[in-house]
């Protein structure tokens, strides 16, 4: 699972934004099956993965049909997904439900406001978390890890920024 969380977060790392659907998609992914395991922690793995997968698949759906519903859902899951990330990183146990709500509510109302920055920076902190999370290293080079990575997600992916035409 870790080399699969791994090729996500790069993909996310490079291409958030310019494959808005697939973020959608990952960072929905990434959500269900954290959440899975909070909310389902003793039923089998393939439940936790049918959860995933449903999130994932309703937001890349959404992303298709309905782009600004689809930038909020990408910023609540991307938001969610960090929120929960973080809390457990810091040690808390069992992370409550406010929590990553209140992380959520953020990352859509940041998505929502300034959508290509906001999925770029979101898309890039997803990214870098899933490959820390992967790589599960100590909190110290875990947190070096990923501020490399997710300064180096949002500078590819402003690089590919169509550049607007001044007039």
Do not use: C, H
């Not at 808005?20 to 998609?25: I, Q």
């Amino acid at each position: 699972m870790a080399i699969f969380n791994i090729v996500l977060g790069l993909i996310l790392l490079i291409f958030g934004r310019k494959l808005f659907w697939l973020f959608v998609a990952i960072a929905g992914f990434l959500f269900g099956i954290q959440f899975s395991g909070l909310l389902f922690p003793d039923y089998p793995q393939w439940i936790r993965l049918l959860v995933a997968l449903g999130a994932g698949l309703l937001g890349a759906l959404l992303a298709v049909l309905v782009q600004r519903v689809a930038f909020a859902l990408a910023g609540f899951y991307g938001g969610a997904y960090l929120a929960l990330i973080v809390a457990q990183s810091l040690g808390a146990g069992r992370v409550s439900t406010p929590l990553f709500l209140v992380g959520g509510v953020v990352g859509a109302l940041i998505a929502a406001l300034i959508m290509d920055w906001a999925i770029i920076v979101i898309s890039s902190l997803v990214g870098a978390g899933a490959v820390v999370e992967a790589l599960a290293v100590g909190k110290s080079i875990g947190i070096m890890v990923f501020l490399v990575l997710a300064t180096a997600g949002i500078l590819v992916q402003a690089r590919l920024l169509p550049q607007s035409k001044e007039t």
